[in-house]
């Protein structure tokens, strides 16, 4: 008989945490490298606060690295709003008023004026991008201390580049 091949089943989550987590350590000491090497030949001062929020990142990929399957269901989460987001966004275009997907938060003034709501190509805009900045900021906020010093840079240099 012959012998069928056998599938290879990858590494395990434990050992692909390890390996992402090598990664990381590895790609911050060549960045750290890369920008002492560019401030001496530039002439310029490299900002610590850059390379603190740098560190502070790579920190929060070896965390989320170390729960692949927590990732994945998150993912899958954002995955199912989307097509919810799809399926709204389709019976409004027939004739249809569902409830939305994703709304603003109390006071965001962003999006205060009537045509996120009535321009149904707006609407569908705002809420892409409330799910997506959601899904990013739910990402790097674990749960655990929220008084956390390197969890409130964390959120903080989150919220900057989602907003």
């Known amino acids: 008989m012959d012998k069928q091949p056998q599938a290879d089943t990858g590494a395990s989550p434990e050992e692909l945490a390890a390996i992402m987590g090598d990664i990381a350590q590895r790609s911050r000491s060549l960045v750290e490298d890369f920008v002492n090497r560019q401030a001496v030949s530039d002439g310029q001062v490299v900002r610590p606060e850059m390379m603190q929020m740098a560190q502070t990142f790579f920190e929060l990929t070896s965390r989320m690295m170390s729960s692949p399957a927590e990732l994945l269901q998150a993912q899958f989460g954002l995955w199912q709003d989307y097509m919810r987001l799809w399926q709204t966004t389709a019976q ?68 900057q580049f989602v907003d």
């Open 92 to 159: 409004r275009m027939m004739g249809q008023d569902p409830e939305p997907v994703a709304v603003p938060e109390r006071g965001d003034r962003r999006f205060k004026d009537p045509a996120w709501n009535d321009n149904l190509l707006f609407d569908f805009i705002k809420q892409s991008y409330l799910l997506s900045s959601r899904f990013v900021l739910d990402q790097a906020r674990p749960d655990g201390d929220e008084h956390d010093r390197n969890q409130q840079k964390v959120d903080f240099y989150t919220r």
